[in-house]
């Protein structure tokens, strides 16, 4: 009986490994990659987070004959975390915590050939541009200021003198006027006096 069960124990496995190619294994990360901080390290571009994060972290392998299972992370903030997103295959993994951190360890169970995985990049989240759009209402005023040609202002000047002096030039005509008249009179009364002695 022990001979039979592990007959099929045995066969099992082997038909296991020959379903997946190479049976699953552990893999742990690169040890110069121990102590990364995010941000800090080579930065890239990830996918979206399902829990709506944005610090990631991608791992991958060198090669292309081995793929993540599973992943356990170990954050110095978040904690420990197991939760991935594969993107565009399973060669890839993408971890995600909810803010800066730094990465303590990270193990895997794989399906292949290779034993250690790489820390390829790191996310976060992009920069928040301000944009102030300011306008700026100017007021023109405009003011209309009428010129006269210094020739017609001379004129214009010279014409209004004129005008004030005309009244007393006009008092001078008609006192000379009167001045005549006066002696047109001296001289009538000349003449009645010489007529006098003959009607005398």
């Known amino acids: 009986m022990f001979r039979i069960n592990f007959f099929i124990v045995f066969s099992s496995i082997i038909f296991i490994f020959h379903a997946t190619g190479v049976a699953a294994r552990s893999a742990s990360l690169n040890i110069l990659q121990i102590g990364s901080i995010n941000p800090g390290f080579t930065a890239g571009t990830c996918p979206t987070s399902p829990d709506g994060y944005q610090y990631g972290w991608h791992f991958k392998f060198r090669g292309t004959q081995t793929s ?13 975390i197991t939760k991935m997103v594969q993107v565009p295959n399973n060669q890839h993994a993408y971890v995600f915590t909810p803010g800066p951190d730094k990465l303590q360890s990270a193990s895997a169970v794989v399906n292949g050939v290779e034993t250690m995985f790489l820390l390829s990049n790191i996310c976060t989240p992009p ?47 008609q006192a000379s006027r009167g001045k005549a008249s006066g002696k047109q009179a001296s001289r009538g009364k000349a003449s009645g006096e010489q007529a006098s002695p003959g009607k005398a």
């Open 68 to 80: 993540f299972i599973s992943i356990s992370c170990s954050f110095e903030k978040a904690g420990k």
């Open 127 to 173: 920069t928040p541009t301000s944009s102030m759009n300011t306008s700026k209402v100017l007021t023109t005023t405009t003011r209309t200021t009428t010129t006269q040609p210094k020739s017609s202002a001379k004129n214009s000047a010279e014409r209004a003198s004129g005008e004030q002096a005309s009244p007393g030039k006009a008092s001078g005509e």
